[in-house]
């Protein structure tokens, strides 16, 4: 099982960034799907759910109008589209899957955004 992130890097503030997470060894179309972030001093906290076959999504109140996510589940991909990004999402983004009772995490990727 693999979930890596990628597409994280440093951005402006005000900019835009696209992660993806590719997944490979278990059954992605049943999976739902979640972004999460770990910022400077703070816990891990979610930032958006997808679930199976995109019949539901949500992300999380400091994100709202700006992060999208999405999933292909033909290219077992996940994705976070982030616009208008501020000093305050700095940090490390992982994505999650979810089976049942099974969580798979993925190594994470930086996102930096600058001032």
């Known amino acids: 099982v693999q979930l890596v992130e990628s597409g994280g890097g440093l951005v402006q503030s005000g900019g835009s960034l696209r992660l993806s997470c590719a997944a490979s060894?278990?059954?992605?179309?049943?999976?739902?799907l979640s972004w999460f972030r770990q910022t400077p001093g703070n816990e891990r906290e979610l930032v958006a759910v997808?679930?199976?076959?995109?019949?539901?999504?949500v992300v999380v109140d400091p994100v709202k109008g700006r992060f999208t996510i999405s999933r292909d589940n033909a290219k077992n991909t996940l994705y976070l589209q982030m616009n208008t990004v501020k000093p305050g999402d700095t940090g490390v983004y992982y994505c999650?899957?979810?089976?049942?009772?099974?969580?798979?995490w993925g190594q994470g990727t930086q996102v930096t955004v600058s001032s």
């Open positions: 999650k899957a979810t089976i049942g009772n099974t969580e798979y």
């Open positions: 997808i679930a199976v076959n995109s019949s539901f999504s």
């Open positions: 060894g278990f059954t992605f179309s049943r999976s739902n």
